[in-house]
């Protein structure tokens, strides 16, 4: 009775290793953000959070919003995640007011630490494995059929048969020529 507990037990836990926190991750910072954008419909936040981005926004006849208008979106720059909270549309620019969305970057460094936990992997060396062990051997190379059936000869040529199959064709003589080549014309 015990043992298929274990077993159970233990193919659970292989298997949240695998993938499942990564469902769990993607679920809290969903969950982030929707909290994130409720808060900012409910107007709690400064202004002096808020980070200014423009966009160009080349479309004729574009005409001026007098005031920014309420907008949900999500942005990340440089590893920090951003949501839209106001857009406007000046001139020929797109103004977005936007909020950093510090919940979001906290699980997602939780997630990259558990990641490199998980697999062995070291966070100073950029994801290097601990051990010189490989752990994965890359199996396409072992597989892959490579045959070159290339021809460039013309009919009632030598040729030449290289490896690869590829067949190199040659004039028994070179010709040779009075005339230089013509000169280029630039129309």
């Not at 005031?67 to 000046?90: A, C, L, M, T």
């Not at 199996?139 to 040529?157: A, G, H, M, R, V």
Request: with cysteine.
């Amino acid at each position: 009775m015990l043992r298929p507990v274990f077993a159970i037990c233990l193919l659970v836990t292989h298997l949240f290793n695998m993938g499942g926190y990564r469902l769990v991750f993607d679920r809290l910072e969903q969950k982030a953000s929707v909290q994130l954008a409720d808060r900012l419909d409910q107007d709690l936040y400064t202004d002096d959070q808020l980070i200014e981005l423009k966009v160009p926004l080349p479309m004729p006849y574009q005409t001026n919003w007098d005031s920014f208008e309420r907008y949900n979106g999500e942005i990340q720059i440089d590893g920090i995640h951003y949501n839209y909270v106001k857009r406007k549309v000046w001139n020929d620019t797109l103004i977005l007011l936007c909020i950093p969305n510090t919940e979001k970057m906290k699980l997602n460094s939780a997630k990259e630490q558990f990641f490199s936990l998980v697999n062995d992997l070291d966070p100073q060396n950029e994801g290097t494995p601990v051990s010189p062990v490989r752990m994965l051997k890359s199996i396409t190379p072992d597989y892959t059929f490579e045959e070159n059936l290339l021809s460039f000869c013309p009919p009632l040529q030598d040729t030449i048969v290289l490896r690869n199959n590829v067949e190199v064709c040659y004039i028994g003589q070179p010709v040779p020529t009075d005339v230089p080549p013509p000169e280029q014309r630039m129309i």
